[in-house]
């Protein structure tokens, strides 16, 4: 094999990539819109808990991702821009995904006091994870006592 055969394989090789890149995203965005999921063990229903679970996926598709960003939620805003598998074939990802970055920089500097006063995606997750490990805590301590109070080590109180 020359290396004429092997760029033309590269570019087929990419075009492959890309377009299953379009398909990890749709499959993405079908499970978050599944109410079946929003309502699973995994997610109880949050929102936040919900896209956090799906960024485990999308990250793999991301070089790199700025500070504070979901995945899941920019490879979304990809899919709402470029809905045909051929945009995404044939087109350059990068470019694709600067095109989120910057429409997104856009709309925040049309109203920087909205985006100001809102919490972060990243504060907003990790207060969750937070108030989830206060629960998990809680949830330990009563089965203690209970334990303790099933062998009569625990007053009723």
Not at 3 to 30: G, M, P, S, Y
Not at 40 to 52: C, F, N, P, Y
Not at 101 to 127: F, G, I, T, V
Request: proline share 4%.
């Amino acid at each position: 094999m020359d290396w004429k055969q092997r760029i033309l394989e590269i570019n087929t090789l990419l075009t492959t990539q890309r377009t299953c890149a379009f398909r990890v995203a749709r499959q993405l965005k079908a499970v978050h819109d599944d109410p079946e999921f929003l309502a699973s063990d995994e997610v109880a229903g949050d929102e936040l808990r919900a896209i956090a679970y799906l960024d485990r996926f999308a990250v793999a598709l991301f070089v790199v991702i700025p500070e504070e960003r979901s995945p899941y939620l920019d490879l979304a805003a990809m899919l709402a821009t470029n809905p045909k598998e051929e945009a995404w074939a044939d087109g350059d990802l990068s470019a694709m995904y600067q095109a989120v970055l910057d429409r997104e920089s856009e709309r925040a500097a049309d109203r920087p006091e909205a985006s100001a006063s809102r919490p972060s995606y990243k504060a907003k997750y990790e207060e969750a994870m937070e108030s989830l490990r206060q629960a998990e805590a809680r949830i330990r301590q009563l089965e203690t006592e209970l334990e303790l109070y099933r062998r009569g080590e625990l007053a009723a109180a």
